[in-house]
C-alpha cells in the first residue's frame, strides 16, 4: 500500500464523483470505522483500502480512484456490504467504479477491462465459463505474444488432463449438452436495455 499525501488543494478534485457513482448518497455516511478494510481479503494488495479509496470518492479525488487497482482487485465477495454499519452498498458502488472506468477509458488496467469483457461474453454465449475460449479470447484482445509466457501453464494443464488435445485442444471437460445455455443471452440482453435508460 502506498503511504502517498494527496493533494486535497488540487483544482481537480471532482465534487460530483460521488453523485454520478451512488446517486443515493449513502456514501456521505461513511463513518470510516474500517469495518471494510477489516472484512476485506484483497486489501492487502491494494494500493488504497476500501477505507481510503471510500474517503477519496467523497472528497473528488477521481482521478487518484479511477487510476488505482483497488476496485478492479475487488473479489466481490460482499463481505464489506455485508458489514458495513452504516448499510451503504458498496459492492454496487464498486461495480459502478468499473463501469466508470470503462467507459470513460480511465486507468492503466485496460487488461482488466479485456478480461472481464472476454469472461462475461464466454458466460453469456454458454452459461459458464470455458477457460480455453475465455483465455483465448482474452490474449487476442490484449498482446497475443503475451501468451507465450503461459506456455509452461498450458503444458502443465496438459500433463494433469485439464485439457485435452484429442479431437482439437479442448478444456476437460467440455462444455457440451448444458440445456438452456442460450437463456443467459435475454439476461445479458435485458441488463443492457435497463443501463442504456440510466
Ligand atoms: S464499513 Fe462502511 S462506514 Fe465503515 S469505513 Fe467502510 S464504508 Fe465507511
Ligand atoms: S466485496 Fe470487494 S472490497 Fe468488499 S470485502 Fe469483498 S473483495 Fe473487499
Same mark, same amino acid.
Given at each position: 500500500?502506498?503511504?502517498?499525501?494527496?493533494?486535497?488543494?488540487?483544482?481537480?478534485? @471532482?465534487? *460530483?464523483?460521488?453523485?454520478?457513482? &451512488?446517486? @443515493?448518497?449513502?456514501?456521505?455516511?461513511?463513518?470510516?470505522?474500517?469495518?471494510?478494510?477489516?472484512?476485506?481479503? *484483497? =486489501? %492487502? =494488495?491494494?494500493? %488504497?483500502?476500501?477505507?481510503?479509496?471510500?474517503? !477519496?470518492?467523497?472528497?473528488?479525488?477521481?482521478?487518484?480512484?479511477?487510476? *488505482?487497482?483497488?476496485?478492479?482487485?475487488?473479489?466481490?465477495?460482499?463481505?464489506?456490504?455485508?458489514?458495513?454499519?452504516?448499510?451503504?452498498?458498496?459492492?454496487?458502488?464498486?461495480?459502478?467504479?468499473?463501469? !466508470? &472506468?470503462? =467507459?470513460?477509458?480511465?486507468?492503466? %488496467?485496460?487488461? *482488466?477491462?479485456?478480461? %472481464?469483457?472476454?469472461? !462475461?461474453?464466454?458466460?453469456?454465449?454458454?452459461?459458464?465459463? @470455458?477457460?480455453?475460449?475465455?483465455?483465448?479470447?482474452?490474449?487476442?484482445?490484449?498482446?497475443?505474444?503475451?501468451?507465450?509466457?503461459?506456455?509452461?501453464?498450458?503444458? &502443465?494443464?496438459?500433463?494433469?488432463?485439464?485439457?485435452?488435445?484429442?479431437?482439437?485442444?479442448? !478444456?476437460?471437460?467440455?462444455?457440451?449438452?448444458?440445456?438452456?445455455?442460450?437463456?443467459? @443471452? &435475454?439476461?445479458?440482453?435485458?441488463?443492457?436495455?435497463?443501463?442504456?435508460?440510466?
Amino acid at each position: 500500500m502506498t503511504q502517498e499525501i494527496l493533494d486535497l488543494t488540487a483544482p481537480t478534485l @471532482d465534487r *460530483s464523483f460521488l453523485v454520478a457513482l &451512488a446517486p @443515493d448518497e449513502k456514501l456521505r455516511t461513511c463513518i470510516q470505522c474500517g469495518t471494510c478494510t477489516a472484512s476485506c481479503a *484483497s =486489501a %492487502y =494488495a491494494m494500493e %488504497y483500502t476500501p477505507r481510503q479509496m471510500w474517503r !477519496m470518492v467523497q472528497l473528488g479525488l477521481k482521478e487518484e480512484v479511477l487510476n *488505482s487497482k483497488t476496485f478492479w482487485l475487488c473479489s466481490t465477495c460482499y463481505s464489506c456490504s455485508v458489514r458495513c454499519p452504516r448499510g451503504i452498498p458498496l459492492l454496487e458502488t464498486i461495480g459502478a467504479l468499473k463501469r !466508470m &472506468a470503462i =467507459a470513460e477509458r480511465i486507468g492503466p %488496467y485496460k487488461e *482488466s477491462i479485456n478480461f %472481464y469483457r472476454a469472461f !462475461m461474453d464466454v458466460v453469456r454465449r454458454y452459461g459458464r465459463v @470455458d477457460e480455453l475460449e475465455f483465455m483465448t479470447r482474452y490474449f487476442l484482445s490484449t498482446n497475443i505474444f503475451s501468451i507465450i509466457g503461459y506456455v509452461p501453464l498450458g503444458l &502443465a494443464m496438459l500433463m494433469h488432463g485439464k485439457v485435452t488435445i484429442k479431437g482439437g485442444l479442448r !478444456m476437460a471437460p467440455r462444455l457440451v449438452g448444458i440445456s438452456g445455455a442460450g437463456r443467459l @443471452d &435475454a439476461l445479458f440482453r435485458k441488463v443492457e436495455e435497463l443501463e442504456a435508460e440510466q
